[in-house]
């Protein structure tokens, strides 16, 4: 599905990318990516949603958007080249609150498990949080009392290791049921292999203009999705399950 942007709200003053607030056509509210976040971002956020959603993790709700040539002249900014008209990832605007220490415990321990292993999964390390706070990109949906999982723009790090995670990720307390049990290496190779079943259509479902840097689409986006389809396959491999 597609929503079509038709109000251009406010922009967010957090995050690296700062997504614009928006309402969608269906009447929501989204955080809307563009073309200032990166054409790799919006690829990294829409494949790892996906991936995501396979696996069963809480992703926050997310579409492509639309945004039209007309909306732009008429929204009252100086800063919508950052926005831009075209595709765009939107993930929508929840009643929620950053998740923080104190809540880890609300949190389920499988689905804490679910979380770190993805993560491990897609080398996203951006998922910090500890006693001094950090930047989670992790929601407690007060609406439906909950997890919410948001912000992939840099996942598929292929130079990541377990100095990003170890004692950083904010579910890092998992690792010992993660990685030192055999049983539990198992049950996730085969969620991830069923997720992986996927990968051809979740790669097609990619907009074709996210897959350039340019207008003309002759100068090809940093994301090759051969080499990434099967990088993401060495959950099959023992040292994926050791980490280093």
């Known amino acids: 599905m597609t929503v079509e942007i038709v109000e251009i709200i406010d922009r967010s003053t957090q995050g690296m990318t700062r997504p614009f607030i928006c309402r969608g056509d269906d009447g929501a509210v989204y955080f809307v990516k563009g073309r200032g976040a990166g054409r790799r971002s919006l690829i990294c956020e829409w494949i790892a949603g996906q ?33 831009g008209a075209g595709k765009a990832f939107a993930s929508r605007k929840l009643e929620a609150t950053e998740l ?18 993805f993560d491990w999964w897609i080398c996203n390390s951006d998922r910090t949080l500890g006693d001094r706070g950090g930047n989670p990109n992790l929601l407690w949906d007060v609406v439906n009392d909950k997890l919410a999982v948001i912000d992939h723009n840099q996942a598929f790090d292929l130079q990541c290791s377990a100095r990003d995670f170890e004692g950083i990720h904010a579910f890092w307390g998992q690792a010992p049921m993660l990685f030192q049990d055999w049983v539990t290496e198992q049950i996730y190779a085969e969620r991830f292999e069923q997720a992986m079943l996927d990968w051809e259509s979740i790669c097609d479902s990619v907009p074709s203009e996210w897959r350039f840097l340019d207008d003309e689409q002759t100068v090809p986006t940093n ?22």
Do not use: C, H, K
């Open 51 to 83: 991936l995501g959603q396979r696996l069963g993790l809480p992703i926050a709700p997310f579409e492509i958007a639309e945004i039209s040539t007309a909306l732009l002249a008429i929204a009252p900014r100086n800063d919508l080249a950052d926005l």
């Open 100 to 117: 923080n220490v104190s809540q880890i415990p609300m949190v389920p321990a499988q689905e804490q498990r679910d979380v770190l292993a």
């Open 223 to 244: 994301f090759d999705f051969q080499a990434i389809g099967q990088w993401l396959m060495r959950y099959r491999t023992d040292d994926f399950w050791v980490p280093r």
